[in-house]
């Protein structure tokens, strides 16, 4: 069955560095989503993306965050500086042009 | 926003015996997802609703959608420990590919 893949599991990171997540969502699928999960919280939306661009963003999703579809497989999510409170499991996501979301199994970001 | 409201908020049962979960929505269901996650873990994928009525069964677990109420639950026969987990329930409450809302989960723990 098709999967989508995130890259790394677990990354640990400084205070005030970048991070790249990556994804590799199902080929087939049109719309790619990431979401964040604090431990033992709600998995919340960050942002949605559909024909290079972004469609829906959270309020969380600020200024920090960038995400980038830099090939016809990949969709990344940067942070530009990171600080503790992004200390959470991050999930990308990714759907056809139906009812359906397949999730990556996650990146644990650790930040210190 | 939509809302989803999961009940109950923890359960501790029995191996062996029944168990009905909940996740009520403040606003109309046009899909509603059913996961599992193991605490810290990625999402796995158990079932997905679509409209009134429906109801679907992948080995002893049952879920329904009652769209009247806004409400779905999820029926476990027989419960055995590879049950225990958290339960999630997302709902995309503008349609396909729209985002993904969660309620907070509901931790079932099974005793031997």
């Known amino acids: 069955e098709p999967e989508v893949t995130q890259t790394p599991s677990h990354q640990v990171t400084q205070m005030g560095q970048e991070v790249i997540l990556r994804c590799v969502p199902i080929?087939?699928?049109?719309?790619f989503y990431w979401y964040r999960q604090i431990l033992g919280q709600k998995v919340e939306f960050l942002v949605s993306?559909?024909?290079?661009?972004?469609?829906?963003k959270s309020e969380i999703f600020d200024d920090q965050f960038s995400v980038e579809r830099p090939d016809g497989s990949n969709f990344t999510l940067k942070i530009r500086s990171t600080k503790l409170e992004d200390s959470a499991m991050y999930f990308c996501?990714?759907?056809?042009?139906?009812?359906?979301?397949?999730f990556g199994s996650g990146t644990r970001l650790t930040v210190v | 926003s939509q809302e989803l409201e999961q009940s109950p908020q923890s359960l501790i049962v029995q191996e062996g015996k029944n168990l009905t979960i909940n996740c009520t929505s403040s606003k109309t269901l046009y899909g509603l997802y059913w996961y599992k996650q193991k605490y810290g873990e990625g999402l796995i994928f158990l079932m997905m609703l679509q409209k009134g009525g429906e109801e679907k069964s992948h080995e002893k677990i049952t879920a329904k959608l009652d769209e009247k109420k806004q409400q779905s639950s999820l029926h476990i026969t027989a419960s055995q420990p590879s049950h225990a987990g958290i339960y999630l329930c997302?709902?995309?409450?503008?349609?396909?590919?729209?985002?993904?809302?969660f309620g907070k989960g509901i931790t079932l723990s099974v005793r031997p």
């Open positions: 080929s087939n699928h049109l719309y």
């Open positions: 996501a990714s759907s056809a042009d139906t009812y359906g979301y397949t």
């Open positions: 997302g709902a995309d409450g503008t349609g396909a590919n729209s985002k993904l809302t």
């Open positions: 993306f559909y024909n290079n661009e972004i469609s829906e």
